[in-house]
Nanobody, 115 residues
């Protein structure tokens, strides 16, 4: 299983970014995919998940109305569209695959929201 995140970077408050997670090595369409994040000095927290039929799950209150998770089963990629970014969204964002064989993680992509 391989999960490779991309799309992070430096953005000003109020800006947008789209994160991507390219997945391989398992039957992507069958399992729940999620985004997590870990801010400096804080524990990792769930941001949003999407299940095998495209249902959205576990959206953090702090991102509701601003972040949208989606997936492309053909290209085995999960996305996180992030709008109206705030400084408190600064974190390393991780992709997670929840499979029958266990949970798998990417190495993360850093998002920094700062003026």
């Amino acid at each position: 299983v391989q999960l490779v995140e991309s799309g992070g970077g430096l953005v000003q408050p109020g800006g947008s970014l789209r994160l991507s997670c390219a997945a391989s090595g398992f039957t992507f369409r069958l399992y729940v995919m999620s985004w997590y994040r870990q801010a400096p000095g804080k524990e990792r927290e769930a941001v949003a998940g999407i299940n095998n039929v495209g249902g959205i799950t576990n959206v953090a209150d702090s991102v509701k109305g601003r972040f949208t998770i989606s997936k492309d089963n053909v290209n085995t990629t999960v996305y996180l569209q992030m709008n109206s970014l705030k400084p408190e969204d600064t974190a390393v964002y991780y992709c997670n695959a929840h499979t029958l064989a266990g949970d798998y993680w990417g190495k993360g992509t850093l998002v920094t929201v700062s003026s």
